[in-house]
């Protein structure tokens, strides 16, 4: 069966950088475009970052845009997030998705804070 299972997250300081790391199995990973979400107590998930399948083209949300890059290894099944300078306002649960029949892992937590 499908999963996605996130790992890195943690405590990080203002202005620090940490990187989310996602990796999937039970599909055919390289076949598929992977996504990052992130989610608030009470507020809906927002999406974050999309990479393609083969990993050519990427899009971003304005919050995160120039500060976070997403990429994927797909010989490791691997999809990240690399988060550069995070502000307070980045702390929330950090999702890996798969859009295609919209696949979640589990969540890892971040918390930006001095």
């Known amino acids: 069966q499908v999963q996605l299972v996130e790992s890195g997250g943690g405590l990080v300081q203002p202005g620090g950088s940490l990187r989310l790391s996602c990796t999937a199995s039970g599909f055919t990973f390289r076949a598929y475009a992977m996504s990052w979400y992130r989610q608030a107590p009470g507020k809906e998930r927002e999406l974050l970052a999309t990479?393609?399948?083969?990993?050519?083209?990427?899009t971003y949300a304005n919050s995160v845009k120039g500060r976070f890059t997403i990429s994927r290894d797909n010989a490791k099944t691997t999809v990240s997030l690399q988060m550069n300078s995070p502000k307070p306002e980045d702390t929330d649960v950090y999702y890996c998705?798969?859009?295609?029949?919209?696949?979640w892992g589990q969540g890892t937590q971040v918390t930006v804070s001095s």
């Open positions: 998705n798969r859009p295609v029949r919209n696949y």
């Open positions: 990479i393609t399948n083969i990993g050519d083209a990427t």
